[in-house]
């Protein structure tokens, strides 16, 4: 069965350094990946999906994310963290077959940007 | 955000209280998803629609009853719910159920929903 793990609950990082998010994920076939963020009281947004071409992702706001599939790992990363990227970030595995649609959402990772 | 819509965006009900969600995408999608996003659990799949035809019912209570007239609104209509059904619930859109590998759902800010 497929899974997927955000390994922090919460991260707190100064605004103008690196973020980094980390996802592990497991599968018996090459899985398509996501990147979701939610800001308080919105929906989810995409910030960028891998899907078996380039394995380094760029999304928005300067978001970005690599797929290495000997560490099984899609980490979610940025240089430079701004205040507005206070969010909870949620890491999504997509159906590995044909003829199934469910996502499987990771717990997610609060991220926190002190001033 | 105008891609996918919800109403109403808070909803404080009573446990003998009938409500209804409403969710509308103007995306032109095919398939639409109920979620429920509680505090501290990964959030949950609660229904699919296809076509306006329900694929998925994942275990859920018959207090929660959805409704799928078209391909561009879907309903969540509630009645005698427990206290521990309040959570924010999520609407969801995407272009082909079946292409879920590769197809973006898009989510709308959901409704709040607190059950006294």
């Known amino acids: 069965a497929q899974s997927v793990t955000q390994l922090d609950s919460h991260v707190s990082v100064s605004e103008g350094t690196p973020v980094l998010l980390r996802c592990n994920y497991s599968?018996?076939?090459?899985?398509?990946l996501f990147w979701y963020v939610q800001h308080p009281n919105k929906g989810l947004q995409l910030l960028l999906k891998y899907t078996s071409a380039a394995t380094l992702v760029k999304g928005i706001n300067g978001f970005e994310a690599e797929f290495k599939k000997s560490e099984t790992s899609f980490h979610l990363t940025k240089p430079s963290a701004h205040m507005s990227d206070a969010a909870e970030y949620f890491c999504v595995v997509s159906p590995f077959r044909s003829g199934t649609y469910k996502y499987i959402f990771g717990t997610g990772t609060r991220l926190k940007v002190l001033a | 955000e105008t891609g996918v819509t919800q109403t109403p965006r808070h909803l404080v009900m009573g446990m003998t209280n009938k409500k209804s969600l409403k969710c509308e995408q103007h995306l032109g999608h095919n398939a639409m998803y109920w979620y429920k996003q509680s505090a501290k659990k990964p959030l949950e799949l609660m229904f699919v629609y296809n076509f306006k035809e329900q694929t998925e019912n994942n275990s859920v209570p018959s207090r929660f009853s959805p409704e799928c007239p078209n391909s561009s609104h879907l309903f969540l209509h509630l009645h005698t719910l427990q206290p521990e059904d309040s959570a924010l619930y999520l609407c969801?859109?995407?272009?082909?159920?079946?292409?879920?590998?590769?197809?973006?759902?898009?989510f709308g800010p959901g409704t709040r929903l607190t059950v006294l």
């Open positions: 969801a859109s995407s272009q082909e159920l079946y292409r879920a590998r590769t197809d973006t759902q898009y």
């Open positions: 599968s018996s076939y090459s899985p398509s």
